[in-house]
């Protein structure tokens, strides 16, 4: 083999593993924004998906989309409807309750353990949480929601009960969105207000009160959830 030859052979096998690499990089970022628009009901549940669709819409070949849509399938995310494709899996009021039995199950841990062991620089890391910018858009305090009980969890030093947390959590943010679609700017300031008087009570080492307006805090969420569930037509 000559010098040439081998250059191109190291070109080419460096050209294979980059193509391979951009490959997953475009799947995992198809499953990304797919799954995204799910759990912000960007796509509604109950919505019909046809694999061609997203693939012309996303600029890729049917190949990622499906193995986001595999993916999805096994986050219960969305299900397959014989020789109809796939469609978003419909929200029930069985499964929203059993969501916010666990939220109050998780989070109360979540916060009695950050009284009790979090640093004095990790509590101080949930300062920014205490507060947003007005007026507020559903979009960013969506965003903001999600960041804030992630933190809540991933401070609470237990790594099991934070993955366990936050996957219910993620599960809660399709239901967070229905409960909050119709509510004016208003009312989510309240939600930060919310935010705020728990990351008082924990900055107080305070784990009762902490506790108490955690459980205050995910029951009124469930109350709105619950009340826009029984009215709309995604309810499965």
């Known amino acids: 083999m000559t010098a040439n030859d081998e250059v191109e052979s190291v070109e080419a ?3 294979t593993g980059l193509d391979e690499e951009m490959t997953g990089l475009r799947r995992t970022s198809v499953f990304q924004k797919l799954r995204a628009e799910i759990l912000t009901c960007t796509i509604r549940p109950g919505t019909r998906i046809q694999e061609r669709d997203l693939a012309d819409r996303f600029g890729v070949s ?3 989309i499906r193995d986001a849509l595999i993916k999805l399938e096994e986050q219960n995310l969305v299900e397959v409807m014989p020789r109809k494709g796939y469609r978003v899996k419909p929200i029930s009021i069985a499964d929203a309750r059993e969501i916010y039995e666990m939220r109050l199950i998780y989070e109360r841990e979540c916060v009695g353990r950050l009284v009790e062991t979090a640093s004095d620089e990790t509590i101080a890391g949930l300062a920014p949480y205490a507060t947003m910018p007005e007026p507020i858009a559903l979009s960013t305090w969506a ?3 999600s960041a804030f009980h992630t933190a809540l969890a991933i401070g609470c030093g237990n790594a099991r009960l934070a993955r366990a947390a936050c996957e219910i959590n993620e599960q809660a943010d399709r239901l967070t969105m229905i409960g909050v679609a119709t509510r004016d700017a208003g009312d989510l300031a309240t ?12 900055g107080e080492r305070n784990r009762r009160r902490a506790a108490a307006l955690m459980r205050a805090h995910i029951e009124s969420s469930r109350r709105r959830v619950l009340e826009a569930l029984e009215s709309a037509a995604i309810v499965g």
């Open 13 to 15: 096998a460096a050209g």
């Open 62 to 64: 049917k190949s990622p």
């Open 143 to 145: 965003a903001y929601n």
């Open 191 to 202: 939600f930060v207000r919310e935010h705020a008087e728990i990351i008082a009570a924990i």
